[in-house]
């Protein structure tokens, strides 16, 4: 059976459809935007954060209760240092600025990631804006921010084998309290703009069981309509989770 989403025009209000719970994006091709343009690349990474907010509003109104964004992997750091400082001063303005008009949206904020490598300027924005937006009940979320799903890995062991957690009471319930994303659910739908296939360190363990939509629509293209055709493929996906599939009246499949 297929299902329908309807236009984004007028997103479903009756909570019949599946909608994911939680998507989350690899944000990519500022880069190439801009060298289609013959603009520098930083043009293209503003233009990235200018569209933040349109895909925010977007995901909102289809029901979407958590959006994370991947901004800065831990492997970034690699580029140029002009293109480094140039995207954290970016990210801080945009931060900044974003982080009040989301607030009015009842947009709650959080951070996914390390804080001890950013600078103090931009540390300080990140816990603003967190402070800012953590009683507002709207959607969460979540900015990957010189964040790894190694890095995130190695320090949760490293704080379990500081907490003196005995072996035996290690299990996949007690090892996901201690990643970044404690207390979020696992994504269901990963997307990834700019063509290329590949999870490049995001979320390793919350996505065992995610789906997977690729665009080659670079990030700052990504409007209203390519947020209707990622839902409308994740509609059709039919998830196992390594059982069975079942028949709509719950019963297995002959
Ligand atoms: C994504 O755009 C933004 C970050 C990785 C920070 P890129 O800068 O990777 O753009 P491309 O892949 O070079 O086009
Ligand atoms: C992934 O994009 C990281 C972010 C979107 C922040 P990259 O452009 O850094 O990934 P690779 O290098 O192509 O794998
Ligand atoms: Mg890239």
């Not at 925010?56 to 480094?84: D, H, I």
């Not at 990957?144 to 005995?166: K, N, W």
């Not at 209203?224 to 990622?230: G, Q, S, T």
């Amino acid at each position: 059976m297929q299902t329908q989403v309807k236009p984004f025009s007028t997103p479903p209000t009756d909570g019949h459809h599946p909608i994911p719970l939680h998507v989350a994006i690899i944000m990519d091709g500022n880069g190439r935007w801009a060298s289609q343009r013959n603009l520098p690349r930083l043009e293209g990474h503003r233009a990235g954060t200018e569209n933040v907010r349109r895909v925010v509003q977007a995901f909102a109104r289809w029901g979407v209760r958590y959006l994370t964004l991947y901004a800065f992997s831990t492997e970034n750091w690699s580029r140029p240092k002009e293109e480094v400082q140039g995207l954290l001063d970016l990210l801080e303005a945009t931060i900044q600025r974003e982080g009040k008009a989301l607030h009015k949206e009842k947009v709650r904020i959080r951070h996914l990631g390390r804080l001890d490598r950013l600078p103090p300027s931009l540390q300080q924005a990140i816990h603003e804006v967190l402070a800012l937006t953590r009683h507002n009940e709207g959607l969460t979320l979540s900015v990957a921010l010189d964040y790894g799903g190694r890095d995130e890995i190695v320090s949760a062991v490293r704080r379990i084998l500081q907490d003196g957690i005995p072996p035996e009471r290690v299990d996949e319930v007690l090892f996901a309290r201690y990643l970044y994303t404690a207390d979020l659910p696992d994504p269901d739908l990963i997307i990834r703009t700019a063509a290329e296939q590949r999870l490049s360190n995001f979320l390793l363990w919350q996505s065992a069981y995610s789906e997977f939509y690729f665009t080659p629509t670079y990030w700052p293209d990504f409007n209203e309509e390519e947020v209707e055709r990622a839902l409308t493929a994740f509609a059709q996906r039919q998830r196992r989770y390594g059982g069975l599939p079942t028949a709509p009246n719950g019963a297995p499949h002959p």
